[in-house]
């Protein structure tokens, strides 16, 4: 008989011992075979360990782009109530910050993409049933309205000085109906997003899939508010300040229900590591510049500190939520568990012998 290296890694065989008549059996005795299991019961994982599915390559930038959008958007939105409530100041300070976060927050996607013919390439087409198609239109007819809007502002500022030539006249009568369209467009720009991340098959997004927009609206209703306290006086600034309010409770709420309805396990990666403690801290900040909003906003000091911490809210909001999903989809438990769950709750409400339960 050959010996091979490999016979090191087999389990020992149980003693043998022999019967009355002669003949040897395993032990274990009793009835039937009398055979012991030599394989436990197996708790799949993943193969290897390895991901089941794969983490998106996303970083800093298309988190900075989550942000940014969001404020883009809530800007927009604010800039058109103080145009409708008569509020100039608080209208310019808005249109010109949603020009200028929707330019940056286009770099950062840009800068994602690696080549900046590849957003040009997302526009060649449009299919509804891609959320990352759709919102390449939303984000590109939200820029024009912006556009219009921002860049009349900020010619007005400078005194008339940026060369527009012929087109000032036209300009100035397009702001007013720009401004409008980009707030039509204000709420899909800060949504999209999260029905992009959630319509993948990353575990922890997937699982926020009904409840992630809502979070990431009233994230951009904050941060849009908080930057109308910092950029405008307090005799203005009053939607800005309630439109603040407003994000926060909304924030607080939105999470504490996305939470509740997600699977627990895929829940976990927003309570562990660096995701966990910017959402801790997300709250922390949005609560204190919420009190601050509604009983110290009309001071200028104190609205500047409260509009300050409703952005910092914000940002950990998106950069917290974009990297509890990467760790998700990481670790194959937050993937397979969730799978089991979903299963045996279908089992128990006696769904069998379809696609997905195959039997009892």
Not at 313 to 318: D, E, F, G, K
Request: glycine residues 14%.
């Amino acid at each position: 008989m050959t010996v091979s290296d490999y016979d090191s890694y087999r389990p020992p065989e149980p003693p043998r011992r022999r019967t009355r008549g002669g003949k040897r059996r395993r032990a274990g005795g009793g009835g039937g075979r009398g055979e012991v299991p030599m394989v436990p019961e197996a708790e799949f994982t993943s193969y290897y360990g390895r991901p089941v599915v794969k983490a998106p390559p996303w970083g800093n930038p298309i988190a900075a782009y989550l942000f940014l959008g969001g404020v883009a958007g809530g800007s927009a939105l604010l800039g058109a109530g103080a145009q409708l409530a008569g509020k100039p100041l608080l209208c310019r300070n808005s249109r010109l910050s949603a020009l200028a976060a929707v330019s940056v927050g286009a770099v950062a996607l840009v800068a994602d993409l690696g080549r900046p013919e590849r957003f040009h390439h997302m526009l060649r087409t449009f299919k509804p049933s891609s959320p990352m198609s759709v919102g390449s239109w939303i984000l590109t007819v939200f820029s024009v309205g912006a556009g219009v809007a921002g860049v009349s502002e900020l010619d007005r500022i400078t005194g008339s000085r940026v060369p527009l030539g012929p087109l000032r006249r036209l300009l100035r009568g397009l702001e007013g109906p720009a401004g409008y369209e980009a707030a039509v467009f204000a709420t899909p720009l800060a949504a999209y997003t999260a029905v992009l991340l959630s319509n993948t098959a990353n575990p922890t997004w997937n699982a926020a899939r009904e409840d992630l927009p809502f979070v990431f609206v009233s994230s951009a209703s904050l941060a849009a508010g908080g930057l109308g306290m910092m950029t405008t006086p307090a005799r203005e600034s009053g939607p800005a300040r309630a439109l603040a309010v407003l994000g926060v409770a909304g924030e607080l709420a939105a999470v504490r229900i996305m939470e509740k309805n997600m699977d627990p396990t895929a829940a976990e990666p927003l309570h562990l590591g660096s995701p966990g403690k910017m959402l801790v801290w997300s709250e922390r900040l949005a609560v204190a510049g919420g009190l601050g909003a509604l009983f110290g906003g009309r001071n200028r000091a104190v609205a500047a500190l409260s509009g300050a911490s409703l952005l910092g809210a914000s940002v950990l909001t998106r950069f917290g939520i974009l990297r509890a999903g990467i760790a998700s989809a990481e670790d194959p438990r937050y993937t397979i568990e969730p799978q089991k769950n979903r299963l045996a709750a279908r089992r128990r409400a006696g769904i069998t012998h379809d696609s997905i339960t195959t039997g009892g």
